[in-house]
């Protein structure tokens, strides 16, 4: 049985092209759901290669599910949507194949935390995110 996802489905339907992602994962996992932290990786992979296609709003919509998810959500979603979204976005960025600059003005509180946290613990310096607050 899958549990509820509030924030992950909100994001999908946010994002074009997810419900197509979504679609071919479930049916790879299949007769089970996939995992709450794969869908939101495979919503991170979405988010990354349309990024350039969103609308201002909508990239700030999802990142505002994410920090619900992180503040209120069940707490394997906000698991999820941390460890499978916001570190993808930042791996991405370490990658060279997404430029976080590029919303890390629009993170929340809770989002942001984590996603800084995540760059002392691998001692790294995500684009837009570390030395945001220092310049």
Not at 35 to 41: E, K, L
Request: net charge negative; proline share 6%; with cysteine.
């Amino acid at each position: 049985m899958r549990m509820p996802t509030p924030h992950l489905d909100g994001i999908a339907k946010l994002l074009p092209g997810a419900r197509d992602a979504l679609d071919a994962l479930g049916a790879d996992w299949s007769p089970d759901p996939p995992p709450a932290t794969v869908v939101a990786a495979a919503l991170a992979r979405v988010f990354i290669h349309g990024h350039g296609m969103l609308l201002r709003a909508a990239v700030a919509d999802v990142l505002r599910q994410c920090e619900r998810a992180l503040e209120n959500g069940p707490a394997e979603e906000g698991d999820a949507l941390a460890t499978g979204f916001l570190e993808a976005l930042q791996h991405a960025d370490g990658a060279d194949a997404f430029d976080f600059s590029l919303i890390a003005d629009r993170l929340g509180q809770r989002s942001r935390a984590y996603c800084e946290a995540t760059d002392a613990f691998w001692g790294v310096q995500t684009r837009g995110l570390t030395n945001q607050s220092k310049t």
